[in-house]
């Protein structure tokens, strides 16, 4: 794997426990970071769109002093919700920045603008909730002061995209897997409610949608094997925070990249494939080039998809595993 090349989300859980993070193995993560991207302690005045689990001010002034001591460049989340402006300068130059923040993300391209004329030292990233699927909305955003951009999550089943945002000049960020439904309209919703600590059934989000294995196999992830592919255009791969429960999976993500051992990317995604993973469908073998560069378009074409569709037939987890 690419050294300094994975970015993390952090929440309260791994925020209290980075001395752990930075000794783990003897600092076996230390040389793959880009970044840590983390949320506000205080949810009611810069929400990030997680899960608001606490964690106190000192928590993250801890977390920021770990972070510098050990090389790692932090990332505050600006990128959910209509801030108050006022607030961003205060948290920033009251506390983060003299903590040693290295950047921000943000979805909006004019509060990036205000953001890089005011600090200047200050990396300004976008965000895949700006939801930018064109080369040439990515040069407006770097007219606005986007230094790293973040596609929209389905850009990443899109190789010639990437490779010509690569070729003009601009340095992406993208994640491998996340879950959902290609454009799933119910993302949005679903973040609002996540803010407003509404717990409730996966069957109420996009896991409704994701049950039919046509839109299934068009969601936004991709293999090991395709992210090999496409990992020479891409500066930072962004993991979803779904990927690890613990270190020692988040070690053996890193340890199976590179490897020549069978692994199923669906071990790092969250329980609603958990049938997946159990039958031990190696997505790898399973999805080839030839899938990745016609699955590119919105358009479910299943009579393509259906010699695929043949290899879950006996995971009951998809309600639409043949043809109609």
């Not at 993070?21 to 230390?30: E, H, I, N, R, S």
């Not at 001010?57 to 990128?79: E, P, V, W, Y």
């Not at 961003?88 to 993300?105: A, H, M, R, T, W």
Request: aromatic share 14%.
């Amino acid at each position: 794997m690419k050294k300094q090349w994975l970015t993390i989300g952090f929440n309260a859980k791994e925020i209290c426990s980075i001395k752990q993070f930075v000794a783990y193995k003897g600092g076996a993560f230390l040389p793959y970071i880009y970044d840590i991207h983390f949320a506000h302690y205080d949810a009611t005045v810069l929400p990030s769109g997680r899960c608001s689990t606490k964690f106190s001010k000192r928590d993250a002034k801890h977390f920021l002093k770990i972070c510098s001591q050990n090389g790692i460049k932090t990332t505050l989340l600006l990128n959910f919700g209509n801030y108050n402006f006022d607030d961003i300068v205060e948290v920033l130059e009251k506390f983060y920045l003299p903590l040693g923040l290295s950047s921000v993300v943000v979805s909006n391209k004019y509060l990036a603008e205000e953001l890089k004329f005011l600090y200047p030292q200050l990396t300004i990233q976008g965000s895949c909730l700006s939801y930018t699927d064109t080369l040439n909305g990515l040069l407006e955003e770097q007219k606005c002061g986007i230094e790293i951009h973040n596609p929209a999550t389905w850009v990443i089943r899109n190789l010639p995209l990437i490779r010509e945002i690569h070729e003009n000049g601009l340095k992406q960020k993208h994640i491998m897997s996340e879950g959902c439904a290609r454009k799933c309209p119910l993302e949005l919703w679903h973040r609002n409610e996540v803010l407003s600590n509404k717990y409730h059934s996966p069957h109420l989000t996009c896991y409704k949608t994701v049950t039919d294995i046509y839109i299934f196999l068009m969601a936004n992830w991709i293999t090991m094997k395709q992210l090999k592919r496409m990992e020479q255009y891409i500066n930072a791969l962004k993991l979803p925070r779904s990927t690890f429960a613990n270190f020692d999976e988040l070690y053996r993500f890193i340890s199976l990249y590179d490897s020549g051992e069978p692994y199923n990317i669906l071990d790092f995604w969250g329980t609603p494939f958990a049938q997946i993973r159990q039958d031990n469908v190696i997505m790898s073998d399973v999805f080839d080039d030839i899938f990745f560069d016609n699955t590119i378009s919105d358009e479910i074409n299943k009579e393509f998809l259906d010699q695929y569709v043949s290899k879950f037939d006996k995971i009951s987890f998809f309600t639409n595993r043949s043809a109609k």
